[in-house]
C-alpha cells in the first residue's frame, strides 16, 4: 500500500471514527443525570465566581479596533496588482 492509500485509509477510517464519536457523545449528553451530579456542578459554577475578575469593559471597543486594522490592511492589499 503506498502513501497516498495509507493516507486515504486514515482520513476514511476517523472520518468513521467521527460519526461513532459523535453519537456516543450525543447519547451520554443525553443520559447524563443532572440531579445526581448537582452539587460537582454547582461547586464548578462557584469556583468560577470566587475566581472571577471583575471586568469594567467587555473587549468590545478592542474588537472594533482588530477589525478596523483587519478592514484598512484588506483595502491596502486590494489596491495592488499581481
Given at each position: 500500500?503506498?502513501?497516498?492509500?495509507?493516507?486515504?485509509?486514515?482520513?476514511?477510517?476517523?472520518?468513521?471514527?467521527?460519526?461513532?464519536?459523535?453519537?456516543?457523545?450525543?447519547?451520554?449528553?443525553?443520559?447524563?443525570?443532572?440531579?445526581?451530579?448537582?452539587?460537582?456542578?454547582?461547586?464548578?459554577?462557584?469556583?468560577?465566581?470566587?475566581?472571577?475578575?471583575?471586568?469594567?469593559?467587555?473587549?468590545?471597543?478592542e474588537q472594533q479596533r482588530v477589525f478596523a486594522k483587519i478592514k484598512a490592511a484588506s483595502k491596502s492589499d486590494s489596491g495592488r496588482t499581481a
Open positions: 500500500m503506498g502513501d497516498k492509500q495509507k493516507i486515504k485509509k486514515w482520513v476514511e477510517n476517523w472520518r468513521s471514527a467521527s460519526i461513532a464519536l459523535e453519537q456516543i457523545k450525543y447519547n451520554e449528553m443525553r443520559s447524563f443525570d443532572y440531579s445526581q451530579n448537582l452539587p460537582f456542578i454547582e461547586d464548578m459554577l462557584q469556583w468560577a465566581y470566587d475566581h472571577s475578575r471583575l471586568r469594567s469593559y467587555s473587549g468590545l471597543v
